[in-house]
């Protein structure tokens, strides 16, 4: 599986490679850019440091680069736009951005740090049942259990802020009538009325818990409603006639914690966020690397699993 999977990684990392070409200089490199993308991959699949990448014995039969950069150098090539344009085109890749979704889920997860760490991008914010300082990963995941796109954040981000915000405007085209299913804390206006419009005329239903809507009785009830959206008055009229329905809907809700799990159980996955990895951008970068191998180990899965049964 291992060998499938970094297999498949390369091939997507020497085509984005190919797409992006040279823009850093007028020289073209020494070491090329999918070389520095695919050791940046090599170490984060490890969770190894980049000065660990630069070393010939980190490497084995499945990847053996001739010759390796130094560790300056290899550092700046990764902050580059070239290396960044290229984990964007591997991760649209596996991520199918050009399927067309009929079922999508938005979540987000909570990734700490230590309460006594100097990163001055870790936020504070709210966990289960306390708080704490470190980042948060907002994620929205198509019934394929892909994660299409994700954003990262301080710990303290709004979830349906971001997901009105950097989640549904950059999500792939979303069929007409598509539900999107959250909890709770997107219960927004707003994100009702971005939902609504990602597709076409009859829109996205956004489907969650209701939020507070016991607190509005007799003419403060009909002022409230009036305020909705046309969809969440929609969706308030569901929960009232056919509670047992939206219930149902909201089961596949958990699929995404499932998602989730698999992301930071498996080999190499997301795990806590290793000490060396702080600030922002360092962040972003390494999750979206292990969110990129996620999605990859999810297509060679499913391409195995059609050959065994061929």
Not at 70 to 85: A, H, I, K, L, N
Not at 278 to 292: D, H, M, N, Q, S
Not at 303 to 308: D, G, H, I, K, T
């Amino acid at each position: 599986m291992d060998r499938e999977l970094w297999a498949s990684t390369v091939r997507a990392i020497r085509r984005a490679a190919a797409e992006v070409g040279w823009n850093g200089g007028r020289r073209r490199p020494v070491y090329p850019n999918w070389l520095i993308a695919a050791m940046y991959v090599w170490s984060v699949w490890h969770d190894r440091t980049l000065c660990w990448a630069c070393r010939r014995g980190s490497y084995g039969s499945l990847f053996r680069p001739r010759d390796l950069p130094s560790v300056s150098q290899f550092c700046r090539r990764v902050r580059s736009e070239d290396c960044q344009r290229i984990l964007q085109l591997a991760h649209d890749t596996f991520a199918q951005r050009g399927r067309v979704a009929h079922l999508a889920v938005v979540d987000g997860k909570a990734l700490p740090v230590s309460p006594v760490s100097r990163d001055r991008g870790a936020r504070r914010g709210r966990i289960s049942g306390a708080f704490a300082r470190g980042y948060k990963l907002h994620a929205l995941v198509n019934e394929a259990c892909r994660i299409v796109v994700w954003s990262v954040t301080g710990l303290g981000g709004d979830e349906k802020t971001v997901a009105r915000v950097a989640l549904l405007p950059h999500a792939p085209p979303l069929a007409a009538g598509a539900v999107v299913l959250a909890d709770s804390n997107y219960d927004s206006a707003p994100l009702h009325r971005e939902a609504a419009g990602q597709a076409g005329t009859a829109g996205a239903w956004l489907v969650h818990p209701l939020r507070g809507q016991r607190r509005a009785r007799g003419r403060f009830r009909e002022r409230e409603l009036r305020q909705m959206p046309s969809s969440r008055r929609a969706l308030v009229a569901l929960w009232e006639r056919r509670p047992e329905l939206a219930r149902w809907a909201m089961k596949w809700r958990n699929q995404v914690e499932r998602v989730f799990a698999v992301l930071t159980c498996t080999g190499g996955g997301l795990a806590a966020l290793p000490a060396w990895v702080r600030g922002l951008e360092r962040v972003r970068r390494w999750v979206g690397t292990k969110i990129i191998l996620y999605n990859a180990r999810l297509t060679v899965r499913e391409r195995l699993r059609a050959v065994a049964v061929t």
